[in-house]
């Protein structure tokens, strides 16, 4: 009897070490007894149905899964504190579990979508281990499905934790007294009705085969024991990397262009705010981020976070030495903020009435379902606060791992450059700059609240340097850190542009509260924030008294001296114009040389229009309609490449129609940059979901050719020349002429 039980109890113990093994990401130990729970069970029913004729086990194992399974799903919800029915939380964990498991952020919280998937796992290995270990015999084979049910949870752990050195020894050990315990029984079993000389060549033969297994081993350590010493020191793969985590809409991608919105609508209440600084500055301003922005093209600042799903309790960060933490706690109820951020106090520790996203870079929060009126969660954070003394000495970082936010993107304007390196000249050291900087920008510049949006080169080399009676020299935040942040990296300083709120304490947080500011970041000190904004009574001093761009030199002037006439010389008479031996003026010929030139060339414009607007019939309007959505597909690809933004060749459809649609937002930003583009065409919605649906027809040509229908194709069309027309539409004005005649489409290759 002790050896029966032996082998169904080991196999509940390697299946328990399995979930300490992927325990080791997970907060609490509640996954650790939920999959021993599953382990326990698959045996128990293994075990009792054994007798049972085997069709009849699986079955039932599975009846008394779904019964545990809603048990676990149960106390997991309410350990989160989720609301909802238990169908309605079984069938959103059954689709997303796996998802939420590999893109959740570490420690991740075991909530019903978490714990599944390691539920369903361990019981079928509980089941399968079972069935063929006790009712087949087969200790041996029966222990695989436990060692791959363990090698999954290392595997998904990966390089997130410490090496599980004493669960796999553990495991081992399980599986060497399982194998012991079913081996004497069968050997007494095997040879105690058998003649003394037939014991004896059983015994014999056992032997030689033990030794052959030795030698077999043997052989495999001696193989394998330098592959596997050699990835020892090696870093796993971490699967999330193949799993993409949410990403960040267009709106919140670039929260810095709501800010002129915001302040033109200053009452608009966003949120209601209840802050509790647990006695540590009663009073003062309390800071809420709603986006980092550390990505700058010369066009668009961006936030480029990478998000993943987290539970209720937030990875934490080591505080800066000697910096000063206060713990600020914040419930937040949504009123008539839109998108995905969520404001929050720099940094998170603990959200909770909110599934939310997180990126530990930045430490700012989204929401992946997207804000509605009435959300309300609460925040914990640790707002920390470093130490002013030290900043005057501080140095700032250097190498590939700040690349990113020290990157000037090309064409910056001359203006600029010279302006940051005389504020630079004049003062060495980091922090001495960056107040440099802030201090300028703050007595030479006017805030207003009726200041166009725009960051782009163009609109910040206006904001900087234009004429103040035509709207120069003023801006909102927006204009104010974004030129703070650029000059700063001119200057070499890591920088980065934060949008978020101004809060005095409890109550309504409303539009006319939404600010921008940017962040300089010092070694040992971290992000530090500054202030370059005007204070509300001061006038700024014209620009010109401390800095005047270097006028351009006019070229030298390249006029030939006056002939000298000798005394004497009558002077020359204008006789007719010169005629050639034939009879032909000089002049009659240049002007039939250059009409004929520009006959050559009208005629070869209005060729390659004709070519060019036949190449789009024949893709859009003739053959199938798979042929024609492939045309149509190639209409806007040729409209990307047309607009100085070639796609690449290892794209899939939907990166495409992403790709095309950030084109067209990025001509639109410059094209309200430079006032190319009439109001009707800056439309945020002129290209709306079109190159998606476009992308997803491509798709279905790709896998179910014959399933496109006509109208489906008219649609196709219909996309293309949407979407290339309005590429058109903003560019430059040189551009939009050239564009039906330049000759790429013609031979350009599928």
Same mark, same amino acid.
């Given at each position: 009897?002790?050896?029966?039980?032996?082998?169904?109890?080991?196999?509940?113990?390697?299946?328990?070490?399995?979930?300490?093994?992927?325990?080791?990401?997970?907060?609490?130990?509640?996954?650790?007894?939920?999959?021993?729970?599953?382990?326990?069970?698959?045996?128990?029913?293994?075990?009792?149905?054994?007798?049972?004729?085997?069709?009849?086990?699986?079955?039932?194992?599975?009846?008394?899964?779904? /019964? %545990?399974?809603?048990?676990? +799903?149960?106390?997991?919800?309410?350990?989160?504190?989720?609301?909802?029915?238990?169908?309605?939380?079984?069938?959103?964990?059954?689709?997303?579990?796996?998802?939420?498991?590999?893109?959740?952020?570490?420690?991740?919280?075991?909530?019903?979508?978490?714990?599944?998937?390691?539920?369903?796992?361990?019981?079928?290995?509980?089941?399968?281990?079972?069935?063929?270990?006790?009712?087949?015999?087969?200790?041996?084979?029966?222990?695989?499905?436990?060692?791959?049910?363990?090698?999954?949870?290392?595997?998904?752990?990966?390089?997130?934790?410490?090496?599980?050195?004493?669960?796999?020894?553990? $495991?081992? /050990?399980?599986?060497?007294?399982?194998?012991?315990?079913?081996?004497?029984?069968?050997?007494?079993?095997?040879?105690?009705?058998?003649?003394?000389?037939?014991?004896?060549?059983?015994?014999?033969?056992?032997?030689?085969?033990?030794?052959?297994?030795?030698?077999?081993?043997?052989?495999?350590?001696?193989?394998?024991?330098?592959?596997?010493?050699?990835?020892?020191?090696?870093?796993?793969?971490?699967?999330?990397?193949?799993?993409?985590?949410?990403?960040?809409?267009?709106?919140?991608?670039?929260?810095?262009?709501?800010?002129? /919105?915001?302040?033109?609508?200053?009452?608009?209440?966003? !949120?209601?705010?209840?802050?509790?600084?647990?006695?540590?500055?009663?009073?003062?301003?309390?800071?809420?981020?709603?986006?980092?922005?550390?990505? %700058?093209?010369?066009?668009?600042?961006?936030?480029?976070?990478?998000?993943?799903?987290?539970?209720?309790?937030?990875?934490?960060?080591?505080?800066?030495?000697?910096?000063?933490?206060?713990?600020?706690?914040?419930?937040?109820?949504?009123?008539?903020?839109?998108?995905?951020?969520?404001?929050?106090?720099?940094?998170?520790?603990?959200?909770?009435?909110?599934?939310?996203? %997180?990126?530990?870079?930045?430490?700012?929060?989204?929401?992946?379902? /997207?804000?509605?009126?009435?959300?309300?969660?609460?925040?914990?954070?640790?707002?920390?606060?470093?130490?002013?003394?030290?900043?005057?000495?501080?140095?700032?970082?250097?190498?590939?791992?700040?690349?990113?936010?020290?990157?000037?993107?090309?064409?910056?304007?001359?203006?600029?450059?010279?302006?940051?390196?005389?504020?630079?000249?004049?003062?060495?050291?980091?922090?001495?700059?960056?107040?440099?900087?802030?201090?300028?920008?703050?007595?030479?510049?006017?805030?207003?609240?009726?200041?166009?949006?725009?960051?782009?080169?163009?609109?910040?080399?206006?904001?900087?340097?234009?004429?103040?009676?035509?709207?120069?020299?003023?801006?909102?935040?927006?204009?104010?850190?974004?030129? $703070?942040?650029?000059?700063?990296?001119?200057?070499?300083?890591?920088?980065?542009?934060?949008?978020?709120?101004?809060?005095?304490?409890?109550?309504?947080?409303?539009?006319?509260?939404?600010?921008?500011?940017?962040?300089?970041?010092?070694?040992?000190?971290?992000?530090?924030? !500054?202030?370059?904004?005007?204070?509300?009574?001061?006038?700024?001093?014209?620009?010109?008294?401390?800095?005047?761009?270097?006028?351009?030199?006019?070229?030298?002037?390249?006029?030939?001296?006056?002939?000298?006439?000798?005394?004497?010389?009558?002077?020359?008479?204008?006789?007719?114009?010169?005629?050639?031996?034939?009879?032909?003026?000089?002049?009659?010929?240049?002007?039939?040389?250059?009409?004929?030139? +520009?006959?050559?060339?009208?005629?070869?414009?209005?060729?390659?229009?004709?070519?060019?607007?036949?190449?789009?019939?024949?893709?859009?309007?003739?053959?199938?309609?798979?042929?024609?959505?492939?045309?149509?597909?190639?209409?806007?690809?040729?409209?990307?490449?047309?607009?100085?933004?070639?796609?690449?060749?290892?794209?899939?459809?939907?990166?495409?129609?992403?790709?095309?649609?950030?084109?067209?937002?990025?001509?639109?930003?410059?094209?309200?940059?430079?006032?190319?583009?009439?109001?009707?065409?800056?439309?945020?919605?002129?290209?709306?979901?079109?190159?998606?649906?476009?992308?997803?027809?491509?798709?279905?040509?790709?896998?179910?050719?014959?399933?496109?229908?006509?109208?489906?194709?008219?649609?196709?069309?219909?996309?293309?020349?949407?979407?290339?027309?309005?590429?058109?539409?903003?560019?430059?004005?040189?551009?939009?002429?050239?564009?039906?005649?330049?000759?790429?489409?013609?031979?350009?290759?599928?």
């Amino acid at each position: 009897m002790l050896r029966a039980a032996s082998v169904p109890a080991a196999l509940v113990g390697m299946i328990a070490l399995a979930g300490v093994a992927l325990d080791r990401v997970y907060a609490g130990t509640l996954l650790t007894g939920v999959v021993a729970g599953a382990a326990v069970g698959a045996a128990l029913v293994g075990v009792a149905a054994r007798r049972l004729p085997s069709w009849l086990v699986a079955p039932l194992s599975v009846a008394a899964m779904l /019964g %545990y399974t809603a048990l676990a +799903l149960r106390l997991a919800a309410r350990r989160a504190e989720l609301t909802g029915g238990l169908g309605q939380i079984a069938v959103d964990a059954a689709g997303n579990g796996v998802a939420r498991l590999l893109t959740a952020m570490i420690p991740v919280e075991p909530t019903p979508d978490t714990v599944l998937v390691p539920l369903v796992a361990a019981w079928l290995a509980g089941l399968a281990g079972v069935e063929v270990a006790v009712r087949a015999g087969r200790v041996l084979l029966g222990c695989l499905p436990p060692a791959l049910l363990y090698v999954g949870a290392v595997y998904v752990v990966g390089p997130n934790a410490e090496p599980a050195s004493w669960p796999t020894l553990a $495991f081992a /050990g399980l599986a060497a007294v399982a194998l012991v315990a079913s081996a004497p029984g069968a050997v007494g079993e095997s040879t105690s009705r058998l003649a003394p000389q037939a014991r004896a060549a059983a015994r014999a033969a056992r032997v030689a085969t033990t030794a052959v297994g030795l030698a077999v081993v043997a052989a495999l350590v001696a193989v394998l024991a330098p592959v596997v010493a050699g990835q020892v020191d090696d870093r796993p793969v971490d699967p999330r990397r193949y799993v993409e985590p949410p990403r960040v809409e267009s709106l919140d991608e670039n929260p810095l262009i709501r800010i002129s /919105g915001w302040a033109l609508r200053p009452e608009q209440k966003l !949120f209601d705010l209840t802050a509790d600084r647990g006695g540590a500055d009663g009073g003062g301003e309390v800071r809420l981020r709603l986006g980092v922005l550390s990505d %700058y093209d010369g066009v668009t600042w961006r936030v480029g976070a990478t998000y993943r799903n987290a539970g209720r309790v937030l990875p934490a960060v080591e505080p800066a030495p000697g910096s000063r933490v206060d713990t600020v706690r914040q419930e937040v109820t949504v009123a008539g903020l839109s998108g995905r951020l969520l404001p929050a106090v720099a940094t998170p520790r603990a959200v909770d009435g909110a599934r939310v996203a %997180y990126d530990p870079a930045s430490g700012t929060l989204i929401r992946p379902e /997207g804000l509605t009126p009435g959300l309300r969660y609460t925040v914990v954070s640790a707002r920390e606060r470093p130490d002013v003394n030290l900043l005057a000495t501080a140095d700032v970082p250097a190498g590939p791992e700040v690349a990113r936010v020290l990157r000037v993107a090309d064409g910056a304007p001359e203006p600029m450059r010279r302006l940051a390196t005389q504020l630079a000249e004049e003062n060495g050291a980091p922090y001495a700059r960056a107040t440099a900087i802030e201090q300028f920008l703050a007595e030479h510049y006017r805030a207003v609240p009726d200041a166009p949006s725009g960051h782009a080169y163009p609109n910040l080399g206006f904001f900087l340097f234009g004429p103040r009676d035509a709207g120069g020299q003023r801006g909102t935040s927006e204009q104010f850190a974004a030129a $703070f942040a650029v000059l700063g990296r001119l200057t070499g300083l890591p920088t980065r542009v934060v949008v978020g709120f101004s809060a005095t304490g409890s109550g309504p947080v409303r539009a006319a509260d939404a600010f921008a500011w940017p962040e300089v970041l010092f070694d040992g000190l971290g992000w530090v924030a !500054f202030d370059p904004l005007p204070r509300p009574d001061d006038e700024p001093r014209p620009v010109e008294e401390d800095f005047r761009p270097a006028p351009e030199d006019p070229p030298p002037s390249e006029a030939p001296e006056p002939a000298v006439t000798p005394p004497g010389t009558p002077p020359a008479v204008a006789g007719p114009p010169r005629r050639d031996p034939a009879g032909v003026s000089t002049v009659a010929l240049v002007g039939a040389g250059a009409g004929g030139l +520009l006959l050559v060339v009208a005629a070869a414009l209005l060729t390659l229009a004709g070519l060019r607007r036949r190449l789009t019939r024949r893709r859009l309007d003739r053959g199938d309609p798979a042929d024609r959505v492939a045309g149509a597909w190639r209409e806007v690809t040729d409209a990307v490449r047309l607009a100085g933004r070639p796609v690449g060749d290892d794209l899939a459809a939907t990166e495409v129609a992403a790709h095309a649609h950030r084109v067209l937002a990025d001509a639109r930003a410059g094209a309200r940059a430079g006032r190319q583009a009439s109001t009707r065409d800056l439309s945020p919605d002129a290209d709306g979901p079109g190159v998606a649906e476009l992308a997803a027809l491509v798709n279905q040509v790709a896998f179910a050719p014959g399933g496109v229908t006509g109208t489906q194709a008219d649609r196709a069309a219909e996309i293309a020349r949407a979407h290339a027309a309005a590429l058109r539409a903003v560019q430059p004005r040189w551009r939009r002429w050239c564009w039906p005649v330049r000759p790429g489409p013609l031979r350009w290759r599928p």
